[in-house]
């Protein structure tokens, strides 16, 4: 397959950047889309060009480090998967492809492709726990039943794997969907109810301070989340938050 | 109020609260207009009620005017904020692809809208108040039929009518489900509510129209 | 007498930790706060230990590669979790899961560290529940479980195809608090570079920032690694990309001893390699055996044409194929080991019975599976005379509840659908039971310098049970380092904070320093990655799944010749004053270029097949690992002496009062 990349290059978060065009020839439809950048970087360093810079770690699509935004899509076209598990069986000979970092105020641009996602931490460090301390002596597992509903859909909320797609496909750039998911993980488990006034309210509001936008339910980040988070994890969040102000 | 509305699902909760508000004014509006259609002396009747009576004067309409002032300022506000939020813009931005048109651009739908109000209050609500606090004339149950069936006299302005409500239309389709979804409700019942929402985003502006094009036709 | 002192507690197996941990001497509440700890690693084991530590009261700073610590490799963990809480009633107890353990680390890790293990296993559970962690529940509301493989119990606890994920995001989530309360320090995008030592402890580390480039200098009281496994020596395993042994080996290059590194678990069900370009392999997860029945074809002829396409497995009558593990292990099918099943399969494969374009693949087969659940379903609905099409319905929604994801990945990567035709799988490294020594304390042979985890080498022995890697993280981190440290730093309690600005930092700096321009002033021939596949290539064919001594001498000289090609004509591009990722893959592939030396020689002084080291040459005349416990019933531990070939071996000889020593026999 031969391909035309444009792709986003900056040195660092400092200077401006611009996109840069790379004709690529030799792909196979079963090379994931980042072994293609491997091939490309191959290429780069022989010729002795600077690779391009992108996060990437485990490539099996779970550690949530792999990002772009390709064609205009976070993950690119595909659904359900990050970009470590897209394959290049879903281009086309003779394809461009427009690749670019996951773009939000909230997201500096470190390098190239590569982008800052210290918000994300920050919005969990504010409460996105239990206060639990390692004894070895809390209580024993099976002495909370848990419903099995309850327990799958705090399960399928825990499963985000924080890469940030649902900020980028935001219009608004808003983070709503990760914040809701951790939220909703404890919200629905008993473990989660002592401290869940002040969970939501301090993940909120450090979700504002990171200057992410606002939610205005478009549904881009659902249907682009690799993990397929569902939206109703955004209208438990902004149920528990109106019911925790109200609570003062 | 004012500490909560810092936040920013408590905006999002006091737009989507504004805007299901101002969706039941519709309704109640397109009650009456539709009885321009029935029913002329009932229009005339409800019209005079509307602008004569205390409780609807004095505390629904400023209640009224401040969720219309409401909605569109934190509209804006939250439209100016969004636009921050992403400091450098993609090169290539598939919105389409994981989102539909009407929910990417409710601001330009919105102020579509908005410019629509300005003409309408222009049409109605400044003669209305000149009629009846300017030039004080009395009370004339009878003249509001005739006053707004002249109003469709002119092509320009029934167009300009159809086409705000198209985009009111676009507004709503996204507008009036979402608005739950900001309350916290999205539930088991969400798919009925949804239905009933497009139901009514597309029903209620094509009434509006309806009554417009009836009128215009009328006065040909 | 060895050098090496394992500070096993005396008594009887039992009582051993309990005692311990009362005798071990504490650190009080105050002086914790003036205590400062490095932990290296942020995975289940660094994670937990972190939060622990800091819990406890010391300070903590937690360095990761990573752009979070969210993201350790032990998230890819799919599974599940051991602990011998015998919710299912089927007589589980910590005996039965020290005894499993041992047996199937064929009987070459420490007693008194499996047990600690076994016993601390159910408050793993416990504590995971109580921080959140959303495991997979019956409709009762209570636990579930699963079996895996190499036992006859089930006491797996998992949370569907994520239980990783879900564990360290609660690791995650409990240093989170920490941080909030400001007694963590999270270093993200920073890597050790060389561990730091004064007077003989370790006191510090020089860490890179990878975003400015900057090198830094930290200290401490201890340092914890809890860095993971070096499975990546191989190029192409199950681990991250980044996935390094830097940390370790520059430990182990300070005087930290590294034992048995030839113990390489090979895991059985892997995606098998599709090209060139492969960059990674893709577990697919252990639990699949459960349900899955491994196969291929009898007849070669039928093998033939598989690979050439002109026969699809579905059109193989059962008569047609070969259920090797059922056939060879009647007792445990295919729920054998992890060593045992991958040498299964490469034995058939070699035989010519692979059934991809490769040759190097198997089937793993869910059309039983299907139409057991299916009828189980259809049963129990009320359908008592379903029909074929109804049934097979019915139990793909069942193996999807249970293995979507897994199923879906498997898709996505090789295009096909294993609902409707087997899957295709093959060995592939995952794993690494060897690591830093350490004593019963989990302290390297550098007093103050400890490893957790996968770093560690303690409990696997040659071979580790699925679902027993979280387990051992989590116990390392949550349960056994946080107190054993303190044994350790009582004694610095007068000590006071530990200056950087010392001649032993400078020089640690400066050879950081030196070390990376020379990197990058190479002569510039070839590219890292070229080096790390050479490396791989030579690590797979002669330190893989079957071993002897003259392909094992070979490596050790091929190695050699290209670690020093290496050093004169890589070429890394780009400045050190910023991101650059191609510097840092050169540093972590120098250390495997040396680290991959040491591997082969281990292998090739043990002169036995035990575990994930098979040596041909000690075989049963069946096939079957020939273990020689009367000369290798011991831990092979190296101290590094400038050149890997000149590593001195020190044996930590294993004793087991507790269990008998037997063949390992799953038939």
Redesign the interface.
């Known amino acids: 397959m031969k391909l035309t990349l444009k792709i986003w290059r900056q040195e660092n978060a400092n200077v401006k950047g611009k996109m840069v065009t790379y004709p690529i020839d030799g792909i196979e439809g079963d090379m994931s889309f980042l072994e293609m950048l491997d091939v490309l970087n191959e290429e780069l360093i022989n010729k002795g060009d600077q690779p391009v810079e992108f996060d990437h770690d485990c490539r099996e699509g779970i550690c949530g480090a792999c990002s772009l935004q390709i064609n205009g899509e976070p993950h690119g076209p595909d659904k359900l998967v990050t970009t470590c598990q897209l394959h290049m069986r879903s281009f086309k000979d003779g394809d461009t492809i427009v690749i670019e970092p996951f773009r939000a105020k909230a997201f500096p641009v470190v390098k190239d492709l590569i982008v800052d996602r210290g918000s994300f931490d920050r919005i969990q460090q504010a409460g996105g726990y239990v206060s639990v301390n390692t004894s070895g002596n809390t209580i024993d597992a099976n002495s909370i039943p848990v419903n099995k509903h309850d327990a799958d859909d705090s399960f399928a909320a825990a499963t985000c794997i924080g890469c940030g797609a649902c900020v980028a496909a935001c219009k608004n750039a808003s983070a709503m969907l990760f914040t809701s998911a951790k939220v909703s993980q404890y919200a629905l488990l008993p473990q989660g109810q002592v401290e869940a006034t002040e969970r939501v309210q301090n993940m909120v509001r450090q979700m504002d301070i990171e200057g992410f936008g606002n939610c205005s339910n478009t549904g881009a980040c659902e249907i682009e989340c690799p993990k397929g988070i569902s939206l109703e994890n955004i209208a438990r969040m902004n149920r528990e938050y109106m019911s925790a102000t109200s609570k003062g | 109020m004012g500490g909560?509305i810092?936040?920013?699902?408590?905006?999002?909760?006091a737009m989507a609260l504004s805007g299901l508000f101002l969706v039941l004014f519709l309704a109640q509006h397109f009650t009456i207009n539709l009885t321009s259609v029935i029913a002329p002396d009932v229009f005339n009747e409800l019209s005079h009620f509307m602008g004569t009576n205390f409780l609807v004067q004095a505390i629904l309409q400023p209640v009224l005017i401040f969720g219309v002032v409401f909605h569109f300022i934190m509209g804006f506000v939250?439209e100016i904020?969004?636009r921050?939020?992403?400091?450098?813009?993609?090169?290539?931005?598939?919105?389409s692809?994981?989102?539909?048109w009407m929910?990417?651009n409710?601001i330009y739908s919105g102020a579509v809208i908005l410019a629509f109000l300005a003409l309408h209050f222009y049409d109605f609500w400044v003669p209305e108040l000149i009629h009846k606090y300017v030039q004080s004339h009395p009370e004339d149950p009878a003249r509001y039929y005739t006053e707004t069936v002249a109003k469709f006299e002119s092509p320009v302005r029934t167009g300009l009518y159809v086409i705000s409500f198209i985009f009111l239309m676009l507004h709503l389709l996204?507008g009036f489900a979402?608005s739950f979804?900001?309350?916290?409700?999205?539930?088991k019942y969400s798919k009925g509510i949804q239905g009933f929402t497009k139901a009514y985003a597309i029903i209620i502006p094509l009434g509006f129209i309806f009554i417009a094009l009836y009128h215009y036709i009328n006065n040909l | 007498m060895s050098v090496l002192d394992s500070n096993i507690p005396e008594g009887p197996l039992k009582d051993k930790w309990t005692k311990h941990k009362n005798d071990i001497n504490l650190v009080n509440p105050a002086n914790k706060r003036n205590i400062d700890v490095i932990v290296i690693g942020t995975g289940l084991a660094g994670g937990s230990a972190a939060a622990t530590l800091a819990e406890l009261g010391y300070n903590v700073k937690t360095f990761c590669y990573q752009d979070s610590p969210r993201r350790a490799h032990s998230i890819a963990a799919q599974g599940g979790i051991n602990a011998a809480k015998n919710y299912q009633g089927d007589g589980d107890s910590n005996y039965r899961l020290f005894y499993d353990t041992v047996k199937g680390g064929d009987y070459r890790s420490r007693e008194a560290n499996v047990y600690r293990l076994a016993e601390v296993s159910g408050n793993i559970i416990d504590q995971c529940v109580a921080q959140g962690v959303p495991f997979a529940r019956e409709y009762g509301g209570l636990l579930d479980n699963r079996s895996f493989g190499g036992v006859l119990v089930s006491r797996t606890f998992y949370a569907k195809g994520q239980t990783g994920q879900q564990l360290l995001l609660g690791a995650y989530s409990a240093m989170n608090r920490q941080i909030n309360r400001g007694k963590i320090q999270s270093f993200n995008r920073h890597e050790m570079m060389d561990l730091v030592l004064v007077d003989g402890k370790a006191r510090g580390i020089i860490a890179r920032n990878m975003v400015t480039g900057e090198i830094e200098r930290h200290s401490a009281h201890a340092v914890v690694l809890a860095s993971g496994g070096y499975g990546n020596v191989f190029f192409l395993s199950t681990n991250a990309m980044g996935s390094n042994v830097m940390a370790a080996w520059r430990a182990h290059r300070r005087g930290a001893y590294f034992a048995n590194p030839c113990y390489t678990q090979i895991h059985p069900t892997c995606i098998p390699v599709s090209g060139d370009h492969q960059s990674k392999l893709t577990l697919m997860s252990e639990s699949l055996r459960n349900d899955g029945r491994i196969w291929v074809p009898k007849k070669k002829e039928d093998a033939i044409a598989i690979r050439e396409g002109k026969k699809k497995p579905t059109e193989l009558t059962e008569e047609e194929r070969d259920y090797y593990l059922e056939r060879r292990y009647p007792a445990f099918g295919n729920l054998v080991p992890r060593d045992v099943a991958s040498r299964a399969a490469k034995e058939r494969c070699d035989a010519g019975f692979g059934v991809n374009k490769t040759g190097e693949a198997v089937f793993l087969d869910f059309a039983s599976a299907i139409k057991r659940y299916g009828k189980e379903q259809a049963f129990t609905s009320g359908n008592k005379n379903a029909s074929e099409a109804e049934i097979i319905k019915l139990g793909k929604e069942v193996v999807e509840s249970k293995y979507g994801n897994l199923f879906q990945m498997y898709q996505k990567i090789v295009d096909q659908n294993p609902y409707e035709t087997p899957m295709m799988i093959y060995p592939a490294v995952h794993y690494t039971m060897g690591g830093l020594w350490v004593d019963y304390n989990l302290q390297t042979t550098i007093p103050g310098c400890y490893a957790a985890g996968e770093a560690n080498f303690s409990d696997h022995g040659a071979n580790r049970l699925g679902a027993s890697a979280l387990m051992q993280g989590l116990a390392d981190g949550y349960f056994v380092l946080p107190y054993t440290i303190g044994d350790y730093l009582s004694k610095d309690i007068r000590t006071g904070k530990i200056s950087t600005d010392t001649p032993e930092f400078e020089a640690a700096e400066k050879e950081v320093t030196d070390r990376i321009n020379k990197l990058l002033n190479a002569a510039g021939k070839h590219s890292v990655d070229y080096y790390h596949k050479k490396l791989g290539k030579i690590m797979w064919n002669k330190c893989g799944m079957a071993r002897n001594a003259q392909g094992l001498q070979e490596a050790i000289e091929e190695i050699k010749e290209l670690r020093e090609d290496f050093w004169a004509n890589v070429k890394v591009t780009g400045a050190t004053d910023g991101k650059n990722a191609e510097l840092e893959k050169a540093g972590r592939v120098a250390d495997f270029l040396e680290l991959g030396e040491l591997f082969a020689k281990d292998a090739l002084h043990r002169n036995e097949s035990c575990g994930g080291h098979f040596r041909e040459e000690y075989q049963t005349e069946e096939g079957e690992a020939l273990r020689d416990d009367e000369n290798f019933k011991y831990v092979a531990a190296w101290e590094y002496k400038g050149n890997p070939r000149d590593a001195q071996l020190h044996k930590e000889e294993l004793d087991f009062k507790n269990i008998e020593l037997k063949t390992r026999s799953y038939k």
Do not use: E, T
Not at chain 2, 84 to 95: C, E, F, M
């Open positions: 909560l810092k936040s920013s699902v408590a905006k999002k909760f939250l904020h969004n921050k939020a992403r400091a450098v813009n993609y090169v290539n931005y598939n919105g692809a994981n989102s539909s929910s990417r409710m996204h979402s979804q900001s309350v916290g409700w999205n539930n």
